[in-house]
């Protein structure tokens, strides 16, 4: 097989960019970009823009007005497809542009793909070039809760939480508002527009009351919103289930949950969830299954520490954001961002692939991601 020459990985740099236009519209699919070109010369760009639109191939080859492809390259940052979902298959529609030549930067783990696109058209005489390195792993990298998702059938979740320098997310008091400042606010309310849902614990609910929808300007979809409430505390009163009309609202339970309770969350909109296991972390995992099987690849988990330490003991927090303040707290009781039983030994510390820092007004935002898909 030939290797990608420095035009592809140009045209194939593109494709991946493009495909960034899809971040928060396309969710749960994943964001595909795509070009088509001879050598040099651009022909036709386009992007998955939506969820259940057409695929990022169809919107290149649409773009090209009609020409002659023959001689013509298409670059696209995922496999292409060829099942008949939402849209038809982008192998046909490969082919019948007449395509001859596609470079790839990343596969496609889903059932239903999996290299069988690839293999149509490599039987249709098409010659298929991968693109390995930096640009298949940042093709990989836009693609993580996609990824997961399809690999495990539960969801990617990214743990986001603010703390001050003593490494504090509420006083002694339970008092947080707020730690992290405005600028940060705000970046975390556009990550809420990025994913499909957005989960809590019962604790942060109750103290907070909060909507946890994304508060921006262009939000394409709100997410989800769950509650991980084991006893149904609830209140029907509460803001989360009063906008239930207006954003799907669902909360996990346990069996030790009272009927009369569910019941009545249900009567008010919400969608009661009962996740089973021997341990919260087990209830943990079995609600992902749940929630991934409802189509919902990717949740941003807000707290509190008690809930985002059963995530990290069930081994399913895949990246955490937080923002450092410029504050102390003090106070022994005062809380930490992760609770849970955590590790016993810093040999078994669960380590970051990576590390990043930024600043965000006048916070810094640390990011690291603990696994990749
Ligand atoms: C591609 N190009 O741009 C995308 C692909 O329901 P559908 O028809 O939109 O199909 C969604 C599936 O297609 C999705 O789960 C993934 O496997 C693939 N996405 N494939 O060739 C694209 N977005
Ligand atoms: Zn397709």
Known sequence: MQAATKTDRAHLARAIELARNGIGRANPNPVVGAVVAIDGTVLGEGWHDELGGPHAEVN?????????????TLYVSLEPCCHHGATPPCTDAILAAGIRRVVVASDDPTEKASGRGLGILRDEGVEIVLADGELAHSARLLNQAFRKHARTGRPWILFKSAMTLDGKVATRDGDSKW???????????????????????????????PQLTARVEHVHRQPRRVVFDSLARLPVSSQLVCLTADVPLIVVVSRAAARSETDALEAAGAEVLVATGENEPARVRAALDQLGSRGIASILLEGGPHLAGAFLDAGEIDEVRLFLAPMLLGGRSARDPLEGEGVERIAEAISALTLDCEPVGEDLLISARLREW
């Open 179 to 209: 730690i992290s400042g405005v600028e940060s606010r705000e970046l975390a309310h556009h990550w809420r527009a990025s994913v499909d849902a957005v989960a809590i614990g019962i604790g942060t609910a109750l103290t907070d009351d």
């Open 60 to 72: 290149a080859i649409g773009a090209c007005g009609g020409r002659d492809l023959a001689a013509a």
